[in-house]
């Protein structure tokens, strides 16, 4: 089947182009895929263009595409295990973590669903009875989500709910390493019932087809979810349309632990937060800031433990974490490692590929723990994006707090303590769009995500998520006009 969708049909790449889509755990193929160049491009544009300007989809009610992401969220169940089982092949993510991220996506329908339906716009006093005045939330139009190869899934569906939710015509354009997910998800999505052109795909490099979307006058809107460095890229080009964009950038993310916080609870997450997905996860907690007094012993049980991580092929059972997505991230990863090493931070653990002979054919690297970390490193200042561990201490919440917010990023953060008021303090102090207390990692549909500084532009999920994809429109109406006669009386 062909894997490029525009305006309502599936399609090969106007040029042939194809492309091999390799599982991270052994290197074997998994599926080809059409590889759409510029051309596709636009013809993906036009046809969303059509769609939000002359076709039927103006005319839905926010209560009938709230039933369209309903079923979509049902059929996202529906297919459970057969999703779960692709973004495994596609990422080495494990069996558990796909259905998680299944789950997840279905909860972000729903709530986008709800909120489509309670969102009617609102009255505004004028303090004038004559005069009645209302703000509309319309859709902005042509939006180009662009979306990485970590949570493939995840990522694309939290730009192509609320942009459905808000009344957009869409292209989308997956990460070229991990696109399996989102062919499925745009199969969903018209299976629900979506009309021709609303939700278009368009599979390939992010400097052709990507780019030309971004430049396109066309589109409206780009959301994009990736790496610093194309981020910056994306802004400025999208200046010379003046588009709109929403953008998530990663973060290097602090998680501070108190001496009095649940020990146990604190490693146990300490480790969950660094080493889940290989580290391949924009809010994970790379930067351990831990306080003096139990400095010692907390390094010691978590290294301990890093050591017992297993490393194996996501679809079985036993494995834990699976292996970087491309062998050219594995480079980046162990680039870092020798960063440290030079920059004088000190290796506790990993810092290496693994030994087993059954690993030797995936993009695996071990759990990586630096010691003796200070907030002027590389390796503690730049987003690795693997399974490294930057440890430094702390003496005090104030210094806790400095040292949290000494980064460029402010994605999101941790802190660890038994003090309600201490954990406050910090959490207020922390300049990061996310802080958990005693936690690390969840998210709500509910709640906005998005980052404060470099981290990006604009939000995600909850309310704001929602507001990135729509137009206020401010409808006054004199129902009493008489002639003012300002001028020439
Ligand atoms: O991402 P890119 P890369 C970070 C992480 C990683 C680094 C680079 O540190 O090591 O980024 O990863 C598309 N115009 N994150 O190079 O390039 C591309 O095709 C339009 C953080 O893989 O940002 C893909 O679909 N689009 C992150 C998407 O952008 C372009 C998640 C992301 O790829 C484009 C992943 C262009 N000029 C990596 N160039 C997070 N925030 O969670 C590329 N793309």
Known sequence: MPTLFLDGRWTSASAGGTREVVNPYDRSLVRTVDEGEETDAHAAVRAARRAFDHGQWRGWTARRRARLLRRVAELLQRDRAEIARLETLDTGKTLVEGGIDVDDVTGVFEYY???????????????????????????????????????????????VAPALAAGNTMVLKPSELTPLTTVKLVELVAEAGAPPGVVNLVLGSGATVGAALV????????????????????????ARTVKKVALELGGKNPNIVFADADFEAAVDYALLAVFFHAGQVCS??????????????????????????????????????????????????????????????????????????????????????????????????????????S???????????????????????????????????????????????????????????????RSGVGRELGRAGLAEYQEAKHIYENTAVEPQRWFAR
């Open 215 to 238: 430049d396109s006058p066309e589109v409206d809107l780009v959301s994009f979810t990736g790496g610093l460095d194309t981020g910056r890229a994306i802004m400025s080009a999208a």
């Open 113 to 159: 669903a709800a909120r489509a339906e309670s969102d009617p716009g609102r009255l505004v006093d004028a303090g004038n009875p004559a005069v009645r005045s209302r703000v509309l939330y319309e859709p902005v139009g042509v939006c180009a989500l662009i979306a990485p190869w970590n949570y493939p899934l995840l990522q694309m569906s939290w730009k």
């Open 284 to 389: 994970a907690g790379t930067r351990l800031v831990v306080e003096e007094s139990v400095h010692e012993r907390f390094v010691a049980e978590l290294v301990a433990r890093a050591e017992r991580i297993r490393l194996g092929n996501g679809l079985d059972p036993d494995t834990e974490s699976g292996p970087l997505v491309s062998a050219e991230h594995r480079e980046k990863v162990e680039s870092y490692v020798d960063i440290g090493v030079a920059e004088g931070a000190r290796l506790l653990t990993g810092g290496r590929r693994p030994d087993d002979p059954a690993l030797a054919q995936g993009f695996f690297y071990l759990p990586t723990v630096f010691d003796g970390c200070r907030s002027d490193m590389r390796v503690v200042q730049e987003e690795t994006f693997g399974p490294i561990l």
């Open 391 to 453: 440890v430094e201490r702390f003496s005090d919440a104030e210094s806790a707090v400095r040292i949290g917010n000494d980064t460029t990023y402010g994605l999101a953060a941790g802190v660890w303590t038994g003090d309600a008021r201490k954990a406050e303090y910090v959490a207020r102090g922390l300049r990061h769009g996310t802080v958990w207390i005693n936690d690390f990692g969840p998210y709500l549909p509910q709640a906005e995500w998005g980052g404060f500084k």
